[in-house]
């Protein structure tokens, strides 16, 4: 009995080695997942995956370290989709604005972190009066524009970011929100979509640098 038990085990391992060793369980195609503005091409080029590989070879770490480089991928993830799928998973950086350094555009995301140079990037609007060099004030700027409701990001227009305790929004209808610091994210973005909701109040500049007692500003 030990013996066919021993025999068993061994023509598992056997099995087991041939099947890493040897391209019986091949990758058929790859397949990349929330790519919108990345380059669905780079993506694939930089995992370096192919069709035909041994499933079990792929190398998944240091195929996702490799996309991770490419423009626009904050997070990725690569895994096996058994039997014959490599699926690539992205996240792409939520471009909350852009800044210039000197004529050329930094686009920056959600967190504050310049992520691409060279690109305006569709939609987003510019942080104006900020070096690029300044960190928390480009933090405190981007962290305003990513709290507001997606309503409201369409209608903005500008961000004034003298320094990180001076940050304003300006909207649509010549509508201007001073927003102040970095702190009550959410509470200022609440407060600025009520008073922005406010009708016939064309022109008119509001402070939620305290969002408790919202107030106009002459």
Request: aromatic content about 6%; proline content about 5%; hydrophobic content about 50%.
């Amino acid at each position: 009995m030990k013996k066919v038990v021993a025999i068993g085990v061994a023509l598992i391992a056997i099995a087991a080695a041939v099947v890493f060793f040897f391209p019986v369980i091949t990758v058929n195609k790859v397949e990349v997942q929330g790519a919108t503005n990345a380059d669905v091409a780079a993506i694939e080029d930089a995992a370096g995956i192919t069709a035909g590989e041994n499933m079990l070879r792929i190398a998944a770490a240091a195929a996702a370290q490799r996309v991770a480089k490419v423009p626009w991928v904050e997070k990725v993830t690569v895994a096996r989709n058994w039997p014959r799928t490599v699926d690539i998973t992205v996240t792409e950086h939520d471009a909350a604005g852009y800044i210039k350094d000197g004529s050329t555009p930094l686009a920056v995301d959600a967190h504050g972190n310049i992520f691409l140079s060279g690109i305006q990037p569709p939609g987003a609007v510019e942080f104006a009066r900020v070096k690029p060099d300044d960190e928390q004030a480009i933090r405190a700027a981007a962290g305003a524009v990513a709290s507001l409701v997606p309503e409201l990001r369409q209608q903005l227009e500008q961000v004034d970011v003298p320094d990180a305790e001076a940050v304003t929004l300006k909207f649509k209808d010549n509508k201007t929100v001073f927003w102040g610091s970095a702190d009550r994210e959410k509470e200022k973005a609440e407060a600025t979509r009520i008073v922005l909701g406010r009708e016939g109040q064309e022109g008119t500049t509001w402070n939620v640098s305290n969002p408790a007692m919202s107030s106009v500003r002459g």
